[in-house]
Every structure is written in C-alpha cells, then in structure tokens.
Nanobody, 119 residues
Framework: QVQLRESGGGSVQTGGSLRLSCAVS????????MAWFRQAPGKEREAVAI???????SYADSVKGRFTLSKDFAKNTLYLQMNSLKPEDTAMYYC?????????????WGQGTQVTVSS
C-alpha cells in the first residue's frame, strides 16, 4: 500500500513562501503519476500541480509562475515550492498518486497539510 505523508504547511503572510513535501513509502514500484491538490472550505478540491508522464509538470492557471513541482528520486519525496503566496491559496493541500496508467482516478492520498495565507 502506498503511504503518502505531507509536511511543510503553515501560516504565512501575503507574498511569503512555503515548500510542501510528500514522502512516499510502502510501494516498491515507480508510481505512474503524482500530484498536489488543494481544497478550501466550501470549495471543491482542485488539482494544483500534476507531474506528467514526460516529466513536464502542469499547473492550475491560478498558480502558474508561482508554484513549482519537483521530485527527489533518491529521497522518494515530491515537493511543491510555493512562492508569492496569496490569501486565496489558503487551503488544505493533499498529495496524491496514481499507481499505473490504468488507474481511472488517484489511488492514494495523504492526510493533508494546511496552508494559511494572511493579508
């Protein structure tokens, strides 16, 4: 079973930065795709950054140019560097993984890490 553990959330002021981490364990194979999602109170969950198969991440329009997805293969950890944070970035952030190309949805989710941006 894939275990995803997020960390790095916190409270920052507008314009600040945070780096979220998602440590992967419990799965001896390469994951097909990993992504970061977020969900704010009263809003639907949205994909923020998706690690595409060719290695080029895709981003939600609202975070393009501010967020960067990366992965440290040696540490088996996915990162989300978030710069120029805005109050509208406030949400619970989740790491998710698809195990194979046949997965119709994300198979595994972390418990989430809270990001709060104050004005």
């Amino acid at each position: 079973q894939v275990q995803l553990r997020e960390s790095g959330g916190g409270s920052v002021q507008t314009g600040g930065s945070l780096r979220l981490s998602c440590a992967v364990s419990g799965y001896p194979y390469s994951l097909y795709r990993m992504a970061w999602f977020r969900q704010a109170p009263g809003k639907e969950r949205e994909a923020v950054a998706i690690g595409e198969g060719d290695g080029t991440p895709s981003y939600a329009d609202s975070v393009k140019g501010r967020f960067t997805l990366s992965k440290d293969f040696a540490k088996n950890t996915l990162y989300l560097q978030m710069n120029s944070l805005k109050p509208e970035d406030t949400a619970m952030y989740y790491c998710a993984a698809k195990r194979s190309w046949a997965s119709r949805s994300y198979d595994d989710w972390g418990q989430g890490t809270q990001v709060t941006v104050s004005s």
